[in-house]
């Protein structure tokens, strides 16, 4: 199981990003997908998940200003990320997670079985 994810740079205040993760080496449209970041000296922290069927879920923190999509015919989940703020500066993972379900998106780490290499995303003020 292989992730790429893609995307990222610098942007300024208020700009927009689209980061992109695709795999390879599995079934993917068997698997729920999550994005998460990291800030240095901070803990990873959940931002965006999509089920299998694309039911999807975000953190209060970028709830109205990020979207998850999927396209399982290209292997590969979105970020769209929208209004950003100098906040949102981290190194940005994707993760697959297998799930029997078709709804559930999965926001603890430990619950997936694959991550991606990470992508920065640097917000100038």
């Known amino acids: 199981v292989q992730l790429q994810a893609s995307g990222g740079g610098l942007v300024q205040a208020g700009g927009s990003l689209r980061l992109s993760c695709t795999a390879s080496?599995?079934?993917?449209?068997?698997?729920?997908v999550g994005w998460f970041r990291q800030a240095p000296g901070k803990e990873r922290e959940f931002i965006a998940g999509i089920s299998r069927s694309g039911n999807t879920g975000y953190a209060d923190s970028v709830k109205g200003r990020f979207t998850i999509s999927r396209d399982n015919a290209q292997r590969t989940a979105y970020l769209q990320m929208n209004s950003l703020r100098a906040d949102d500066t981290a190194v940005y993972f994707c993760?697959?997670?297998?799930?029997?379900?078709?709804?559930?998106?999965?926001?603890?780490?430990?619950?997936?079985?694959?991550w991606g290499q990470g992508t920065q995303v640097t917000v100038s003020s």
């Open positions: 993760a697959a997670a297998f799930s029997f379900s078709d709804i559930r998106y999965y926001i603890n780490p430990s619950q997936y079985n694959a």
């Open positions: 080496k599995l079934p993917f449209s068997t698997y729920a």
